[in-house]
């Protein structure tokens, strides 16, 4: 049911907190033997980069390294399941209206076992580095990503009391890290989310409490917290971004200009990634501009034609689709 489906809203976080706009080339680990986690995040920052400019195979790649260069670090696990998450995103998700988070597709995708072996290993590594209290911030930081990336897939499957359920956990310990270390400005992201569709969805958060009893949110504090992110982030710049143009999206915000620019933003940044001018083509429509939304879309399924990536051919049918809607009589391949 809709209003259900709505609160997997709350906890589709970023979680990819880590995007940063650095080379798109994919890189070779130049240090031999054991890296600090701060060389580590540095090289994954590269790899975020790909994933946010559509190539989700390199982004794993740099990811798998991490993951064989410090095998008991959770961040190596938790961007590739980020990445796979993608991958299960473009097959499943609505790509054409901007202000739309989260699909309800209960079928299984051939990447859901992959994502949720890489889930439940980053969890598990996050966790005895907390035991043996190492680093505890970030290793606080990384397990509430990695329960944002296990609401997200119950989200998308249509597992709302499961969604909400690791929404809270991923709460709890994102405000664990910033108890820790308020500079982790990387946790506003999900705790800013959260924030703003507890406050804004009360309907729905006030079924689920009566469960789980779901804490509260602030539309204001969490719109402030993702500012805070996108301005200030480390790693979560980009995806801090994607939401707040989101959010700026929804028909009760009605800030289409300003989504506008920050997914122009992302466009700019990451131009390899078809998705920013599908969304941006979306956007003219609700500014009232059909005309130019409509060049857009023909431009998107143009550019996309022969792009064989797992992302250019979902959003190649995004823009197939949005222009059937605009013209049922025809067909576009």
């Known amino acids: 049911m809709q209003k259900y489906r ?34 580590n995040r540095h090289y994954a920052a590269r790899g975020v980069e790909m994933m946010m400019d559509g190539d989700l195979e390199g982004a ?28 299960i995103y473009y097959v499943s998700a609505d790509l054409i209206d901007p202000d739309v988070f989260d699909v309800a597709k209960t079928e299984a995708t051939p990447y859901d076992s992959h994502f949720q072996d890489l889930d439940s290993v980053a969890i598990h590594k996050a966790e005895a580095r907390i035991h043996a209290r190492q680093d505890l911030a970030r290793s606080y930081l990384y397990e509430g990503c990695a329960y944002a990336l296990r609401a997200r897939l119950d989200g998308l499957h249509d597992r709302d009391l499961a969604t909400a359920r690791a929404g809270k956990r991923m709460r709890s310990h994102l405000l ?9 400005t990387d946790a506003d992201l999900g705790v800013g ?21 779901l ?24 995806e801090a971004k994607f ?6 999206a929804r028909v009760s915000e009605r800030q289409y ?15 390899h990634n078809p998705l920013w001018p599908m969304l941006i083509g979306s956007l003219h429509f609700r500014l009232a501009d059909p005309q130019k939304g409509e060049e857009i879309y023909r431009q998107v399924l143009q550019s996309t034609a022969e792009n064989t990536s797992e992302v250019g051919k979902a959003v190649h049918r995004a823009a ?14």
């Open 193 to 213: 989310i959260y924030n703003y569709f507890v406050d804004t969805l009360p309907g729905i958060v006030k079924f689920l409490s009566m469960f789980i009893m």
């Open 320 to 333: 197939s689709q949005a222009l059937e809607r605009l013209h049922p009589e025809q067909k576009f391949p």
């Open 243 to 248: 939401y707040l143009a989101k959010d700026y």
């Open 6 to 39: 709505v609160m997997r809203k709350i906890v589709s976080l970023a979680a990819a907190l880590w995007a940063l706009s650095l080379a798109a080339v994919r890189p070779a680990w130049a240090q031999p033997g054991p890296t600090s986690d701060e060389e």
């Open 176 to 184: 664990r890290a910033l108890e820790l270390d308020p500079s982790l």
């Open 257 to 271: 200009a300003l989504s506008l620019r920050l997914f122009g933003e992302l466009q700019q940044d990451f131009p």
């Open 60 to 87: 794993a790649a740099v990811f798998q390294q991490i993951e064989q260069k410090a095998p008991d670090s959770p961040l190596g696990f938790v961007l590739e399941a980020d990445a796979t998450w993608w991958k």
């Open 215 to 238: 804490p509260s949110g602030s539309r204001a504090e969490g719109l402030h917290q993702l500012e805070l992110c996108a301005a200030k982030g480390d790693l979560g710049k980009a």
